[in-house]
């Protein structure tokens, strides 16, 4: 979706009606700085998904069945995850 968009900053994503985030979908967007990431609806997250991105906290992975490797590899930002 958004991979290597080294200058994505921000988006206005309705995450509540986010069901899948494929592989690679923030891959290298470096500058997007995501805190607090809450996905009520999701069911399934993609291999290096948020692999380098800023991404500092996801509270909510909703109804997650499928974490893939390395969805949040090399996020030094990443401080939590609360997963169901």
Not at 7 to 28: E, G, P, V, Y
Not at 31 to 56: C, E, M, R
Request: some cysteine.
């Amino acid at each position: 979706m958004f991979s290597y968009c080294s200058s994505l900053t921000q988006t206005d994503i309705d995450w509540s009606k986010i069901r899948t985030i494929s592989d690679t979908a923030f891959m290298f967007c470096e500058n997007y700085a995501l805190s607090s990431l809450s996905i009520p609806n999701l069911t399934s997250l993609g291999a290096h998904a948020f692999d380098h991105s800023k991404i500092t906290s996801v509270t909510n992975l909703g109804s997650i069945t499928s974490i893939a490797d390395s969805c949040f590899e090399n996020c030094g930002s990443l401080t939590s995850v609360i997963v169901p």
